[in-house]
T-cell receptor, first 111, second 115 residues
């Protein structure tokens, strides 16, 4: 079963604009992670935010977590054509269970 | 190795045949995971190996699916009597720490097509 649900399913923006993707989940979590997937193959880990953190930055990425609303957002600033990919959130619960992935947001950045 | 390696990268098989998919995780990673992804969909968990503990097989869709991990390293996912609905990309990942406390490193996947 899928825990996280990303919103929107698809997003198209111009190069230079910011892209915001949201993830909602249902049960309590230990951490939430964001991954990127190019061309339907392997996923690349972007960032991990723990349940006691509210915001985290990595380069042009900013992730927020609101555990009271069971939601997270991923912001990509100053987007580039190379950011075109699918982005997935994944939730981690107790220590020895695997990550549960959402269905992803397809981001298209138009040059 | 430097990353997670999966082979073959593509596999076309006839309905009813058995297939074996291989995953070579990052050296020293204790946990290994198999997921599959149907076209345009999210990742569906299949099975999870953590160190020497019994694997978590709760995601395997039927008894046609099995997996093993030899010597705590290489893993093989076997699908017997393949069906067309088995067509998907099969992704393997490994992590240094078991469970969800660490990010996963994924391989490039095996695209399985059952004709």
């Amino acid at each position: 079963s899928q825990q996280g649900e990303e919103d929107p399913q698809a997003l198209s923006i111009q190069e230079g604009e910011n892209a915001t993707m949201n993830c909602s989940y249902k049960t309590s979590i230990n951490n939430l992670q964001w991954y990127r997937q190019n061309s339907g193959r392997g996923l690349v880990h972007l960032i991990l935010i723990r349940s006691n953190e509210r915001e985290k930055h990595s380069g042009r990425l900013r992730v927020t977590l609101d555990t009271s609303k069971k939601s997270s957002s991923l912001l990509i600033t100053a987007s580039r054509a190379a950011d075109t990919a699918s982005y997935f959130c994944a939730t981690g619960s107790s220590g020895n269970t695997p990550l549960v992935f959402g269905k992803g947001t397809r981001l298209s950045v138009i040059a | 190795g430097a990353g997670v390696s999966q082979s073959p990268s593509n596999k076309v098989t006839e309905k009813g045949k058995d297939v074996e998919l291989r995953c070579d995780p990052i050296s020293g990673h204790t946990a290994l995971y198999w997921y599959r992804q149907s076209l345009g969909q999210g990742l569906e968990f299949l099975i999870y190996f953590q160190g020497n503990s019994a694997p978590d097989k709760s995601g395997l869709p039927s008894d046609r699916f099995s997996a093993e991990r030899t010597g705590g390293s290489v893993s093989t996912l076997t699908i017997q009597r393949t069906q067309q609905e088995d067509s998907a990309v099969y992704l393997c990942a490994s992590s240094l720490v078991s469970g969800t406390r660490d990010g996963y490193t994924f391989g490039s996947g095996t695209r399985l097509t059952v004709v």
